[in-house]
């Protein structure tokens, strides 16, 4: 019975069944076919805006100006493009990156840059505009098609066979200052999968040497009877992320006769790649000795391809803005994301352009006097670490060095060296200060304060430079920490990068992969912080008997070292007998670190230090003369004084700088663009207060403390203090007269 009634409904179902599967066959097929139109009239559409595009920029007279390097020939421009548009003037950037030694070569592959506005064609056509953005290997392909036929049409390169020959690199100028499109180097989870733009922004820690890549290659068919034996039918060019075994490889099979493809090497088109480490800029706070930021986050490094163009256009520990796509690049069994770049940006830090109220009014009631103003911000600066009014001139010294800090080369650098007995202090104090700028690093004892060379971790086998606590402190604070914790041979490189502001790495070519060894230099532009410890010298070192008047004894230190700092600072209390007021301040932050003990920190916070230091660091300042023949006259006179028999003046000729160098930043700190004779005053009183300590007292016989000679409580010690100083700036002038070598200075009298 089951049997009859499945026979009965095969019989009778069937044609129905058939009849119902032709139509929906029939209905699916329509679709298709309509969808395909409807794809392909979306795509001739792009097309034709692109064109459009090209045409309002007078891209094509460009892009023939380009094809002459392959070609050798010149056309008119004054045609039709498939009946499109008439062309006119171009902004956009068509760029060849490669140009042959022979122009009627042929090449597997011809090379073009076209630079993108993402707004101006947004304005033609939103689609092609987000097509560009978010499918961006695709949309390269229209313009692909819209130049082929421009090359074809115009007889621009003669050689040119076939549409996949051509490369094209699509690079937009900027992209939406939108969310979505900002890919954060620290974020989680992080979003490699989607192959379209994204803008980035990081450090540059790590960088390895140019290498080359496959940028495109031919292939043949192996059956000599088969058309695709001859000719550009296959074309494999580079796309985002692939390595190079993805590129060229041999298991291709010819989609006509199923043969094998062959690779013709003499085709091959070779470009420069560079592979960079990048992190997020947020890791600096981590490197810092102390801060007040509380919030946790997650630093990872990144990789960067940079090809072409843009190889060598990052320096390690710059910070730069990136345009690029996000890819996945397998490495045996892991897996690593990085970006493909297409654009590189320099950034520099927007900081505030203003100081506080309180520093506003603070600079109004000092406005008599040149030297009040700073007097004042050095002993309430740092009353969260150590008590008002101690540690006077290490205080001033700290701000003049962080002033006079700069990301510029051949800048004015300011480097300090404190001997004192307590360290404890002095490290909370440096500590502290390093923080004040968004480049203070505090140098971790198990890295290196230099770069150092090691193999890519890609598997590439070349060698990779990596940053270092002095090249991420670039125009900022290296606080390196005790001096005598370094060994002699990190101590002489130390001294070289004083002298030079350069480091050298040094590549050797057979542990490397390459033919010859190589050498790379790296500017180092940070001033380095350090102190040294007089209490724990070496059981081997043997102190000095014969010092002179105020000098210390310092030959535990390198003397070439100790001149490499611009100021040695020794610290006013010794550890045996601490100031009252300095051992109530530590047992109180004992007991309650985050309590204020003074109303100063209250009306000068950290954040209102900051923005200060900011502004003054910004401050062009420029000579007098008044006070450039000061600095002058000083130097020669002190060159004269300090000498003896065996090893001439032991001034060095560094000093100059450093007077020129104090002299800015005092003027920077008082907030005024014109060094004064009373800036030069104070930067020659610290540096032979600092030049007493190396060698001993010289004819001008300055106090042992000749900035703060007395403690600053009311207006009274502020007058006092400024009649001193005009007491030393007539003794310096009666010091230059008499051992100035025909040096003139005018007087008060004069």
Same mark, same amino acid.
């Given at each position: 019975?089951?049997?009859?009634?499945?026979?009965?409904?095969?019989?009778?179902?069937?044609?129905?069944?058939?009849?119902?599967?032709?139509?929906?066959?029939?209905?699916?097929?329509?679709?298709?076919?309509?969808?395909?139109?409807?794809?392909?009239?979306?795509?001739?559409?792009?097309?034709?805006?692109?064109?459009?595009?090209?045409?309002?920029?007078?891209?094509?007279?460009?892009?023939?100006?380009?094809?002459?390097?392959?070609?050798?020939?010149?056309?008119?421009?004054?045609?039709?493009?498939?009946?499109?548009?008439?062309?006119?003037?171009?902004?956009?950037?068509?760029?060849?990156?490669?140009?042959?030694?022979?122009?009627?070569?042929?090449?597997?592959?011809?090379?073009?840059?076209?630079?993108?506005?993402?707004?101006?064609?947004?304005?033609?056509?939103?689609?092609?505009?987000?097509?560009?953005?978010?499918?961006?290997?695709?949309?390269?392909?229209?313009?692909?098609?819209?130049?082929?036929?421009?090359?074809?049409?115009?007889?621009?390169?003669?050689?040119?066979?076939?549409?996949?020959?051509?490369?094209?690199?699509?690079?937009?100028?900027?992209?939406?200052?939108?969310?979505?499109?900002?890919?954060?180097?620290?974020?989680?989870?992080?979003?490699?999968?989607?192959?379209?733009?994204?803008?980035?922004?990081?450090?540059?820690?790590?960088?390895?040497?140019?290498?080359?890549?496959?940028?495109?290659?031919?292939?043949?068919?192996?059956?000599?009877?088969?058309?695709?034996?001859?000719?550009?039918?296959?074309?494999?060019?580079?796309?985002?992320?692939?390595?190079?075994?993805?590129?060229?490889?041999?298991?291709?099979?010819?989609?006509?006769?199923?043969?094998?493809?062959?690779?013709?090497?003499?085709?091959?088109?070779?470009?420069?790649?560079?592979?960079?480490?990048?992190?997020?800029?947020?890791?600096?706070?981590?490197?810092?000795?102390?801060?007040?930021?509380?919030?946790?986050?997650?630093?990872?490094?990144?990789?960067?391809?940079?090809?072409?163009?843009?190889?060598?256009?990052?320096?390690?520990?710059?910070?730069?803005?990136?345009?690029?796509?996000?890819?996945?690049?397998?490495?045996?069994?892991?897996?690593?994301?990085?970006?493909?770049?297409?654009?590189?940006?320099?950034?520099?830090?927007?900081?505030?352009?203003?100081?506080?109220? *309180?520093?506003? =009014? /603070?600079?109004? &009631?000092?406005?008599? #006097?040149?030297?009040?103003?700073?007097?004042? @911000?050095? $002993?309430?600066?740092?009353?969260?670490?150590?008590?008002?009014?101690?540690?006077?001139?290490?205080?001033?010294?700290?701000?003049?060095?962080?002033?006079?800090?700069?990301?510029?080369? *051949?800048?004015? =650098? /300011?480097?300090? &060296?404190?001997?004192? #007995?307590?360290?404890?202090?002095?490290?909370? @104090?440096? $500590?502290?200060?390093?923080?004040?700028?968004?480049?203070?690093?505090?140098?971790?004892?198990?890295?290196?304060?230099?770069?150092?060379?090691?193999?890519?971790?890609?598997?590439?086998?070349?060698?990779?430079?990596?940053?270092?606590?002095?090249?991420?402190?670039?125009?900022?604070?290296?606080?390196?920490?005790?001096?005598?914790?370094?060994?002699?041979?990190?101590?002489?490189?130390?001294?070289?990068?004083?002298?030079?502001?350069?480091?050298?790495?040094?590549?050797?070519?057979?542990?490397?992969?390459?033919?010859?060894?190589?050498?790379?230099?790296?500017?180092?532009?940070?001033?380095?912080?350090?102190?040294?410890?007089?209490?724990?010298?070496?059981?081997?070192?043997?102190?000095?008997?014969?010092?002179?008047?105020?000098?210390?004894?310092?030959?535990?230190?390198?003397?070439?070292?100790?001149?490499?700092?611009?100021?040695?600072?020794?610290?006013?209390?010794?550890?045996?007998?601490?100031?009252?007021?300095?051992?109530?301040?530590?047992?109180?932050?004992?007991?309650?670190?985050?309590?204020?003990?003074?109303?100063?920190?209250?009306?000068?916070?950290?954040?209102?230090?900051?923005?200060?230091?900011?502004?003054?660091?910004?401050?062009?300042?420029?000579?007098?003369?008044?006070?450039?023949?000061?600095?002058?006259?000083?130097?020669?006179?002190?060159?004269?004084?300090?000498?003896?028999?065996?090893?001439?003046?032991?001034?060095?000729?560094?000093?100059?700088?450093?007077?020129?160098?104090?002299?800015?930043?005092?003027?920077?700190?008082?907030?005024?663009?014109?060094?004064?004779?009373?800036?030069?005053?104070?930067?020659?009183?610290?540096?032979?207060?600092?030049?007493?300590?190396?060698?001993?007292?010289?004819?001008?016989?300055?106090?042992?403390?000749?900035?703060?000679?007395?403690?600053?409580?009311?207006?009274?010690?502020?007058?006092?203090?400024?009649?001193?100083?005009?007491?030393?700036?007539?003794?310096?002038?009666?010091?230059?007269?008499?051992?100035?070598?025909?040096?003139?200075?005018?007087?008060?009298?004069?």
């Amino acid at each position: 019975m089951a049997l009859l009634i499945y026979t009965f409904i095969i019989i009778v179902a069937w044609p129905v069944l058939m009849s119902f599967l032709h139509s929906l066959f029939q209905h699916f097929d329509k679709e298709c076919k309509d969808l395909f139109r409807k794809m392909h009239r979306e795509i001739q559409k792009m097309r034709e805006i692109a064109l459009v595009y090209l045409d309002r920029s007078g891209g094509l007279q460009k892009f023939m100006h380009d094809c002459k390097k392959y070609n050798g020939i010149t056309h008119s421009v004054a045609i039709l493009l498939n009946g499109y548009v008439m062309l006119h003037k171009s902004l956009f950037l068509f760029k060849v990156l490669f140009a042959p030694t022979d122009s009627k070569q042929s090449y597997a592959v011809y090379r073009f840059i076209i630079s993108i506005n993402p707004s101006d064609i947004a304005e033609l056509d939103a689609t092609l505009g987000n097509y560009i953005l978010h499918n961006p290997i695709q949309a390269a392909q229209i313009f692909q098609t819209v130049c082929f036929i421009a090359i074809k049409t115009l007889s621009l390169i003669e050689q040119l066979q076939t549409e996949a020959q051509i490369n094209i690199l699509l690079k937009p100028t900027h992209l939406p200052p939108l969310p979505s499109y900002v890919l954060s180097l620290s974020a989680f989870p992080f979003n490699y999968t989607s192959q379209r733009f994204y803008m980035s922004e990081g450090i540059a820690i790590a960088m390895g040497t140019v290498t080359k890549y496959t940028q495109g290659a031919r292939f043949l068919c192996t059956e000599e009877t088969c058309p695709f034996s001859e000719g550009f039918r296959y074309i494999r060019v580079h796309l985002p992320g692939a390595t190079e075994s993805a590129t060229v490889r041999n298991d291709f099979v010819c989609s006509l006769c199923s043969s094998p493809l062959q690779e013709d090497i003499k085709f091959r088109v070779l470009g420069d790649k560079q592979i960079v480490e990048m992190i997020d800029a947020k890791v600096l706070n981590a490197l810092k000795g102390y801060s007040n930021d509380k919030s946790h986050f997650r630093i990872q490094t990144f990789t960067v391809f940079l090809r072409d163009e843009l190889a060598n256009k990052m320096k390690i520990g710059n910070h730069y803005k990136i345009i690029g796509i996000p890819a996945c690049v397998q490495n045996g069994l892991q897996a690593t994301a990085c970006i493909e770049v297409n654009s590189v940006q320099l950034c520099k830090r927007n900081g505030p352009s203003f100081v506080s109220d *309180n520093f506003k =009014y /603070l600079l109004s &009631l000092t406005s008599s #006097s040149c030297w009040r103003f700073t007097a004042i @911000l050095a $002993n309430i600066f740092a009353s969260q670490v150590v008590p008002p009014g101690t540690y006077n001139t290490l205080k001033l010294a700290i701000l003049l060095s962080l002033v006079q800090t700069c990301e510029k080369e *051949n800048a004015d =650098y /300011l480097d300090l &060296l404190i001997v004192t #007995s307590d360290t404890l202090v002095i490290d909370r @104090l440096l $500590n502290y200060s390093v923080c004040l700028l968004p480049r203070g690093i505090r140098h971790p004892p198990s890295s290196e304060i230099f770069p150092s060379v090691s193999k890519d971790k890609h598997g590439t086998g070349t060698a990779s430079i990596q940053a270092c606590s002095a090249v991420l402190a670039k125009g900022g604070i290296c606080y390196i920490g005790d001096l005598s914790s370094y060994k002699k041979d990190k101590l002489e490189l130390l001294q070289s990068v004083l002298e030079s502001r350069t480091t050298t790495v040094f590549i050797p070519g057979k542990k490397y992969g390459e033919e010859a060894d190589q050498q790379v230099t790296v500017s180092v532009q940070t001033n380095f912080w350090s102190f040294v410890d007089v209490d724990s010298s070496p059981k081997k070192h043997i102190q000095k008997d014969n010092l002179l008047i105020g000098q210390m004894d310092v030959s535990l230190i390198p003397p070439n070292l100790l001149d490499g700092f611009g100021l040695l600072i020794h610290s006013e209390f010794p550890s045996c007998r601490l100031s009252s007021s300095l051992v109530h301040h530590i047992l109180e932050k004992a007991i309650n670190p985050e309590v204020m003990l003074y109303k100063v920190s209250q009306q000068f916070r950290m954040q209102d230090y900051e923005e200060f230091i900011f502004f003054a660091r910004n401050l062009h300042v420029e000579l007098s003369s008044e006070a450039e023949n000061l600095i002058q006259g000083y130097y020669l006179a002190s060159r004269r004084v300090r000498r003896d028999s065996f090893h001439g003046s032991t001034l060095s000729p560094s000093a100059l700088k450093i007077l020129i160098s104090l002299s800015k930043a005092h003027t920077k700190l008082s907030l005024r663009k014109k060094v004064l004779e009373e800036d030069a005053l104070i930067a020659i009183l610290l540096l032979e207060s600092s030049l007493t300590l190396k060698h001993g007292k010289s004819a001008l016989c300055i106090a042992p403390n000749p900035v703060f000679p007395f403690d600053l409580s009311d207006e009274n010690s502020l007058q006092q203090r400024d009649s001193y100083l005009m007491q030393c700036h007539d003794q310096l002038l009666k010091f230059i007269g008499a051992y100035g070598p025909g040096i003139h200075v005018n007087t008060n009298e004069e």
